[in-house]
């Protein structure tokens, strides 16, 4: 495979710096598209950049994250410029109320036949059924694509339009891209796994309700005072609460990380992605968090997707509560170590709000928490 996208960071968001990149980049591609990522700081500048393409005529499509990713550092200003040689087919859903199985009809009608593609998909966080969505597309698809993505919006978890094409900027909807000649991403969490288990007796979405009958903040507080002798309470759940996130067990063994990120009035626990009713749950081990493990997971899957990573450039999506559990020092460790492992040319993205992918190759799409997902561009 070719390589067929370019990546550049730009620190200052404005046409003076804009035009000169995407001049150069059109007159060697005429067919070129860009997928962009803009950090929360600088999301009032999102109009500086649409007028700016409108007035090139370049497409443009992307997504507002909490920060970017570059040079192993997390960035609060400036843009992230991916450019493709021809512009992918795209799709840019406002409303999601049809469900994922009539979204996967329309997007099916523009796959090949013949060729490796990848279906990437940009949620905006406040979504509250991803996970059924993601069941549905791959109902309808199952192994016609690979996929991987991520969720846009801001770390404080209140509602901010956060995907964007050229014209348009919104909330509550998906970003879809179909990209040729691509395998897939590879994702991992490397979080340990006690036996324990127990049920989410009563959901709702993206909220637990009960645990084994019992109010769910009742059981999550007992729970994380008897395994870590920690008391969480309303005025340090935030601070706490991404320290111990709950494992969704399924029955090939893989474990699906959700983090609770926030206690509503009724003592419900709202999580980044659903939790269906009668999940078997655990509470992760996860002050112990094995990034050694990570890393050598993603770096084997990306080598296996796509070959050796050296000199490549690597896409990656950062979960904001795995750096919020770590903290920003020890992530941005992970992230010069894994730029080491991989001898990367450059490795690029964002602070994500939960990530889709899978840790098998041609795995099924899962919705996770506390994970990394990368993937190499050939």
Known sequence: ????????????ISEEFLSP???IWNTKFPKMGIYALIPEAEKDKLSIVQETFRKKNIQLVGGIF??????????KEGILLFCFEAMPIFQLYEDLSEGGISIAKQLSNHLGKNEDESLF?????????????????????????????ANAGSESFQPMPCLFDGNRLLGNGLLALILPNHKGAVLEHGYHVPEQTFFATSTSGNR????????AFEVYQELVYKQFGVTINQSNFYELAVHYPFGIVRASDQVVVRIPVALQEDGSLFCVGEVKENSILTLLECPIVDSKKTLDVIHSGVTTLNGETENKEISIFYCAGRRLHLGKENAEKELLDFSELTKASSISGALSLGEIGGSTIQGYPSFQNATIVATSWQ
Do not use: C
């Not at 390589?3 to 960071?9: D, G």
């Not at 909490?66 to 960035?75: A, G, R, T, V, Y």
């Not at 698809?141 to 991987?148: K, Q």
């Open 66 to 75: 909490p920060e970017l990713i570059h040079d192993n550092q997390f960035k």
């Open 1 to 12: 495979m070719k390589k067929n996208i370019k990546v550049t960071y730009l620190q200052t």
């Open 121 to 149: 998909l940009l949620f905006d966080a406040m979504v509250p059924n991803i996970s059924t969505l993601l069941d549905e597309i791959y109902l309808e698809l199952a192994n016609r694509v690979h996929y991987f993505g």
């Open 208 to 215: 637990i309700i009960q645990i084994d009958w019992k109010p």
């Open 21 to 23: 990149v995407l001049e």
